[in-house]
Nanobody
Framework: EVQLQASGGGLVQAGGSLRLSCVAS????????IGWFRQAPGKQREGISN????????KYEDSVKGRFTISSDKSKGTVYLDMNNLKPEDTAVYFC???????????????????WGRGTLVTVSS
């Protein structure tokens, strides 16, 4: 059974940092892409980053480029999202998702991913 467990959310002041973790199990980690999404109240879920585990290729949505970094630890089956210089508009529930193979330009679409974990809340105060 595929399982994804996101953690690391919390309350942080603007300009601060957080590290989110997504622990994956139940599938061959190397064969998958892992995406991070977020959903703010009243807004649609948006894809913010993706990593192809096999070769480490990464993607970022424009609003997080230069502030967020996605990485993976194959030995732990874990994907991280390091978030720096956080802004109040980054406040949202953050989710990780997994899909087999390379997603190309569809990496940011929630419909591209079959497997989802529960979200973790990130709140950035001004």
């Amino acid at each position: 059974e595929v399982q994804l467990q996101a953690s690391g959310g919390g309350l942080v002041q603007a300009g601060g940092s957080l590290r989110l973790s997504c622990v994956a199990s139940g599938f061959t980690f190397d064969d998958y892409s892992i995406g991070w999404f977020r959903q703010a109240p009243g807004k649609q879920r948006e894809g913010i980053s993706n990593i192809l585990i096999s070769d480490g290729t990464t993607k970022y949505e424009d609003s997080v480029k230069g502030r967020f970094t996605i990485s993976s630890d194959k030995s732990k089956g874990t994907v991280y999202l390091d978030m720096n210089n956080l802004k109040p508009e980054d406040t949202a529930v953050y989710f990780c998702a997994a899909e087999f193979g390379f997603l190309g330009p569809l990496w940011g679409s929630s419909s591209s991913y079959e497997h989802w974990g529960r979200g973790t809340l990130v709140t950035v105060s001004s």
